[in-house]
């Protein structure tokens, strides 16, 4: 997909020669003499349209209007939020028709503020998104470009850079994300990162059984023994920064796929495992936004990556391992199989004596009964990283909500036969695998996101969602100006744009 961001005063929109012009209409809105304000104020009148975010007017071959084909669409009060829902429905809806050059104009709302532009590119890319990596006979999107009109670049550029950047970074980790088991083996995950290193200030290292197996790290390994797919220890470098400068860690579960291991999950939707590495493909996914924008900051991506299977050599219910931080672990469920990879990989991001550790899971079920797929859950120990993400999530309209991590959760994690159990009773599920994790994430702070019921969709619209790649940036920029303000808190000069080709076109 081409975007390309681009002024569009009102007196100009009905000149613009395109495919299908998509114009957002907000319920304050005021009419010009332009053809198109006619358009829409005779539309809102007659009662045929309203400026309710997303609903929708077609109009084809308009007298005074050079588009073929004019599409008015309600924006509501016009926040990011309504943009967004009115973008995904237009741009929804044009998907299926044979545009191919696309304006979606914002110059008829009263604010065109960086959020706004940033909602609305994401929204496209997130209504033209089409899976293709496992079909025969994919039809190439007919849709090849999609104009933002603005009324001033001023206010806008920022917000179109985020916006492409989060796109990119979001496709990838859909791409990801959707993918079969079969077409996303550790190995082949491995082979997806190590193609972002080839960006600039990109580093991509990974590690196989033998040296996961010199770090010590039984818990992890006792995962993968029951699987012929050998494992995969991700380490991604971003260095954006000083090396001197602490970096954001961020962990990702990689489960290529779950069968739940000698503890079998039932049958039905058993397919759906296959997303078991959306908190991978996060990581995978905001590294390559990170790519885009180049910001001023040190971020290390650790992705523990392997399948969950019933070998004849898979750990069994009982089996006591030893973890990397040297505590023992007692396998009462091998479903509960996330925290056990990811506890290593904790243990691991202590070596970068980082500033924040975040995690990124689709760790429990019980996650998707307590929040359903509106709000990831966070679990923090560190005040000041639990505002900055819940802050994060609110800005990128990608929102978390945060959980408790009270001692007494931890109560059924406690066993007779190691330093700790891998589960404990049915009662907060989500809760329970949070404390489990907070025992290896002693020395830094950390933050916990349980995406289980966020990162994909099931049913007609079964597929990987993005997030929370937007969460996740907007935090780590969030940082970059953090620091800014603590180096030179009296002037703000503007940042200078790097501009960096990357050696492929991931
Ligand atoms: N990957 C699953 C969690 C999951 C299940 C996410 C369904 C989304 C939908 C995880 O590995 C798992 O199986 N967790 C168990 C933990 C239990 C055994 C304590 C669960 O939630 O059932
Ligand atoms: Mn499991
Ligand atoms: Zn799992």
């Not at 007298?63 to 004019?70: D, E, M, S």
């Not at 009115?86 to 304006?103: D, E, F, I, M």
């Not at 797929?373 to 505002?387: G, H, K, N, P, Y």
């Not at 329970?432 to 996101?449: M, V």
Request: proline residues 4%.
């Amino acid at each position: 997909m081409d975007f390309e961001l681009k002024t569009l005063t009102r007196a100009r929109i009905c000149n613009e020669k395109c495919d299908a012009l998509v114009v957002l209409v907000p319920q304050d809105f005021s009419s010009t003499a332009d053809p198109v304000s006619v358009l829409v104020a005779l539309a809102l009148k007659s009662g045929d349209f309203e400026a309710k975010p997303g609903k929708l007017l077609s109009a084809y071959r308009t007298l005074g209007i050079a588009a073929t084909r004019t599409v008015l669409v309600g924006a509501g009060d016009g926040s990011p939020k309504q943009i967004r829902t009115a973008v995904n429905a237009a741009l929804g809806a044009l998907k299926a028709s044979n545009a191919q050059r696309v304006v979606v104009c914002l110059s008829v709302l009263n604010s065109q503020q960086a959020d706004v532009v940033r909602a609305a590119v994401v929204a496209c890319s997130d209504a033209l998104y089409s899976y293709t990596a496992t079909k025969s006979k994919a039809s190439p999107a007919k849709l090849q470009r999609v104009v933002i009109g603005v009324s001033s670049l001023a206010d806008a550029q920022a917000g179109f850079d985020k916006g492409i950047a989060l796109a990119k970074g979001m496709d990838f980790a859909r791409e990801w994300g959707n993918r079969p088991a079969n077409h996303a083996t550790p190995t082949m995950l491995a082979g997806a990162a190590r193609e972002l290193g080839k960006f600039p200030n990109i580093k991509v290292e990974v590690l196989g059984p033998k040296e996961v197996a010199k770090l010590g790290m039984g818990s992890f390994m006792a995962v993968a023994q029951g699987s012929d797919e050998p494992l995969r220890f991700i380490v991604l470098h971003y260095e954006g920064a000083a090396k001197a400068e602490a970096p954001v860690v961020l962990v990702g579960k990689g489960i290529t796929f779950d069968s739940g291991g000698i503890s079998i999950k039932p049958a039905a939707e058993m397919d759906e495992m296959k997303f078991d590495m959306c908190g991978a493909t996060s990581v995978l996914g905001t590294f390559r936004a990170l790519a885009e924008l180049q910001p001023a900051l040190n971020v290390v991506g650790l992705i523990p990556a392997s399948e969950n299977m019933t070998g004849g050599s898979a750990v069994k219910p009982g089996d006591v391992v030893t973890s990397m931080s040297g505590q023992t672990i007692e396998i009462l469920n091998t479903d509960a199989e996330g925290r056990l990879v990811l506890c290593d990989a904790l243990t691991y991001a202590e070596r970068f004596k980082p500033k924040a550790v975040i995690d990124i899971a689709t760790l429990t079920g019980a996650c998707v009964i307590a929040l359903g797929s509106v709000r990831s859950a966070l679990f923090s120990t560190d005040e000041a990283l639990a505002q900055a993400l819940t802050q994060a999530g609110e800005s990128s309209l990608d929102l978390c909500w945060r959980m408790p991590l009270d001692e007494e959760y931890a109560e059924g994690l406690k066993t007779n036969f190691a330093d700790v159990a891998n589960i404990a009773g049915r009662a907060a599920g989500v809760v329970t695998a949070a404390k489990f994790l907070q025992r290896f994430a002693t020395r830094f702070a950390w933050a916990h996101l349980d995406i289980a019921g966020t990162a994909w969709k099931g049913g007609a619209a079964k597929g990987a969602t993005g997030r929370p790649v937007p969460l996740l940036l907007d935090y780590l920029l969030g940082q970059v100006s953090l620091a800014k303000a603590e180096k030179a808190p009296a002037k703000a000069k503007p940042v200078k744009r790097r501009v960096l080709l990357p050696k492929t076109g991931v």
